[in-house]
């Protein structure tokens, strides 16, 4: 059974004529998921990228997001100012194709988490082009409801004695108080 919900969504947009690939947020997400927090800064260890051909002033950032297994076999290609990038340019999923997105020293892939104690991730408040824009979004999605124990047991004892017996039984509980 599913039940519209209200979820609020957590994201970064990107206004990609405002990036000058200064990698500040490369910085700032390193500084900020270094062990301990702020004591070293290594753009290895970015939950995001910045994509750049400088000789067609073209910067693109990329966040980490899930990890996969295979790498895809979609291959598609996108024009943007008579500009060709494959459809790999634009994805933040961490595959085994591409060495973006894991860890210099135990290989782990690196999943950005929107620095969960910031109110703003680090990336966006070290942008100082304003490229970054960090939104929350209220969407309504179909999620699947959760049966809970309490249903679980009456779900069963309906299944076993039958939803009279079952309210008969309730009727009889209420009157004891």
């Known amino acids: 059974m599913a039940e519209t919900v209200k979820k609020i969504v957590k994201t970064i947009k990107v206004d990609l004529d ?8 490369e910085m700032a997400c390193s500084a900020y998921h270094a062990t301990p927090k702020y ?10 990228r910045v994509i750049m051909d400088p000789f067609n002033d073209e910067f693109v950032p990329i966040r980490a ?3 996969t297994k295979a790498g895809c076999d979609g291959r598609r290609v996108y024009t943007i100012r008579e500009k060709e990038y494959s459809e790999c340019s634009f994805c933040g999923t961490i595959c085994p194709t591409r060495d973006l997105f894991f860890d210099p020293d135990s290989g782990l892939p690196l999943k950005c988490d929107l620095c ?11 942008c100082p082009q304003g490229c970054l824009t960090y939104v929350e979004l209220e969407e309504e999605v179909e999620e699947e409801v959760k049966t809970s124990e309490m ?17 008969d039984s ?6 004891k108080g």
């Open 18 to 25: 405002k990036c000058n690939g200064c990698r500040g947020c």
């Open 151 to 167: 249903e679980l047991g009456l779900k069963s004892l309906v299944d076993k004695y039958g939803v009279q017996k079952l309210q």
């Open 39 to 48: 004591s070293s800064m290594n753009p290895a260890r970015s939950r995001i």
């Open 65 to 67: 997001t899930d990890y």
């Open 170 to 175: 309730f009727a009889r509980i209420a009157q």
């Open 116 to 126: 969960e104690d910031e109110k703003v991730p680090l990336c966006v408040q070290a």
